[in-house]
């Protein structure tokens, strides 16, 4: 990926979607609001860059102004309010990104039903050519290989945590860190196959998208708008 540079006052948009992260640059207007909700899997991060927002954050309220900013964590209940008189302007980042990205809750506390969204409400350009069994046949694949990776992992842990322990008895340092290495070693390999198998499932579940998204499962704000 080439080198680029983005602005807050014209790249309004998803600049990075990958399983590991989703970064944006996103404005609400006067009095806008969103759509309260939690992520199953990630962590929320908001900077304000212009006007003053109204966070709720599993029931606690702050006002933010330029510079500053606050986290929503996992399964932490948040929304946003614009709260001033001009525009906000904020760079929000959640990880990981892996459908369904966002979760919404009845009144009385009921989880809804998961909501699942296309390429194109994240501004990416919908895969429109690729089958759906194919798809389907890559979810599969790397399935399968997350669980090599994890079996394989397993058994270089038990081996390497043994000679660690050894190493360290014996104060040979050089033992321990070449165990921990090894250690690593297998799970980078597993890390790796497992956000290709969050790739390969937010393809499969784009293609599977939920016949409602344009009430805005992923992103949807009151009134108009988008939704962190």
């Not at 050519?129 to 997350?146: M, Y």
Request: a negative charge; charged letters at 20%; aromatic letters at 8%.
């Amino acid at each position: 990926m080439a080198l680029q540079v983005y602005d807050y006052r014209s790249d309004i948009a998803n600049l990075l979607v990958t399983p590991q992260i989703r970064c944006r640059f996103l404005k609400m207007a006067v009095g806008q609001f969103n759509a309260g909700h939690t992520h199953d899997l990630g962590h929320e991060i908001f900077l304000i860059l212009q006007g003053r927002a109204e966070f709720e954050i599993d029931g606690e309220r702050a006002v933010l102004g330029p510079g500053e900013l606050c986290i929503a964590l996992t399964d932490q209940y948040h929304t946003v309010r614009n709260v001033g008189d001009d525009e906000v302007v904020m760079f929000l980042s959640v990880t990981p990104h892996i459908q369904p990205t966002h979760t919404f809750w009845d009144e009385d506390g009921s989880k809804q039903p998961p909501r699942f969204a296309s390429a194109a409400a994240y501004d990416q350009q919908p895969d429109r050519t690729t089958a759906t069994a194919e798809l389907a046949a890559r979810q599969a694949a790397a399935a399968a290989s997350v669980t090599q990776a994890a079996a394989a992992a397993e058994g270089v842990q038990r081996e390497q945590l043994a000679n660690h322990q050894r190493a360290v008895t014996a104060g040979d340092e050089a033992a321990a860190h070449a165990a921990r290495n090894a250690m690593w070693e297998a799970l980078s390999e597993l890390f790796g196959r497992t956000m290709d198998l969050a790739g390969a499932w937010n393809n499969f579940a784009a293609r599977s998208e939920d016949s409602h998204e344009a009430d805005g499962p992923a992103e949807s704000a009151q009134p108009g708008g988008t939704t962190p």
